[in-house]
């Protein structure tokens, strides 16, 4: 998806550029293809999974409904400023804000999306529980802070992962 976002930047700024639509249409089409086919294999259907495996099951309810809460909200939001932040750069620097968008949440769940191949519920809850208790053992106190920090790395991937699903445009 972030290459096809580039592409189509790519693609808007040669037309701006003098290139004829017509040269390029394969690009165009290509591009469209590929993100319909690397949405539906990726930023669709992967945080769907990712919240039946990564939440226990008590929490899974209200973090699922943190996920559509915060999926809509990104999607009333692309949907509200994308003819706005066209309007602005143009459709190339546009497609490339959104090729950023993804190439950022490609590399924040490579960093802090844990693997869960061939790992139980269990093991994957023991995993956040022992990171939890890590914490809370390794400082001398756990102040309001820590807590509130850590919150906001969940509600984060959640949002990026959100973000990454509603830019498709």
């Not at 992967?46 to 919240?51: E, G, K, N």
């Not at 949440?105 to 990171?131: A, H, N, Q, R």
């Not at 390794?138 to 102040?143: G, L, S």
Request: some cysteine; charged content about 15%; hydrophobic content about 50%.
């Amino acid at each position: 998806m972030t290459v096809t976002c580039f592409t189509f930047g790519a693609y808007y700024f040669a037309i701006k550029a003098g290139r004829s639509p017509e040269t390029l249409s394969w690009l165009a089409v290509g591009s469209l293809i590929i993100y319909i086919i690397g949405f539906s294999l990726g930023w669709g259907p992967i945080p769907l999974l990712a919240m039946s495996e990564l939440f226990p099951a008590r929490a899974r309810g209200a973090a699922s409904g943190m996920r559509l809460f915060v999926n809509w909200l990104c999607a009333f939001i692309v949907t509200k400023q994308f003819l706005l932040v066209q309007d602005w750069f143009g459709e190339a620097v546009t497609f490339w804000i959104f090729g950023a968008f993804c190439l950022g949440g490609v590399m924040f769940v490579i960093k802090y999306l844990p693997e869960t191949k061939g790992k139980s519920l269990e093991d994957i809850e023991l995993y956040f529980l022992d990171e939890v208790l890590h914490i809370l053992v390794c400082k001398k106190e756990t102040t309001i802070e820590t807590i509130i920090n850590n919150i906001n790395k969940g509600c984060i991937y959640i949002l990026y992962s959100e973000i990454g699903y509603c830019s498709k445009w």
